[in-house]
């Protein structure tokens, strides 16, 4: 089992720009398939970007080209590089992980979640 730890979330200007990590326990961190989530106030979680065990990364739509998100398997460390953040990007930002399932979309495909992060965008 991984516990994640998520920092790095904040209040920043539109336009500006944050950096997420999401720390992992153990020594298989490897082996994990990574998700980013956020959850606004009043809405569902929602999908942001995933990366797989080798870096591959898939995004949802209204952040492609804004946020990048990488990994440091020496750290055992997952980033979101978020940039040209906009007020809507505001929420509670939420790393997932998985084992066996890979690059996926869908929140129940993560079995393991950190605590979140809030990130509040200023207009």
């Known amino acids: 089992q991984v516990q994640l730890v998520e920092s790095g979330g904040g209040l920043v200007q539109a336009g500006g720009s944050l950096r997420l990590s999401c720390a992992a326990s153990?020594?298989?961190?490897?082996?994990?398939?990574m998700g980013w989530f956020r959850q606004a106030p009043g809405k569902e979680r929602e999908f942001v970007a995933a990366?797989?065990?080798?870096?591959?990364?898939d995004y949802t739509d209204s952040v492609k080209d804004r946020f990048t998100t990488s990994r440091d398997n020496a750290q055992n460390t997952v980033y979101l590089q978020m940039n040209s953040l906009k007020p809507e990007d505001t929420a509670v930002y939420y790393c997932?992980?998985?084992?066996?399932?890979?690059?996926?979309?869908?929140?129940?495909?993560?079995?393991?979640w950190g605590q979140g992060t809030q990130v509040t965008v200023s207009s």
């Open positions: 990366i797989s065990r080798s870096g591959t990364a």
């Open positions: 153990g020594r298989t961190f490897s082996r994990y398939y």
């Open positions: 997932a992980a998985n084992t066996a399932v890979g690059i996926s979309k869908f929140s129940g495909a993560y079995p393991y």
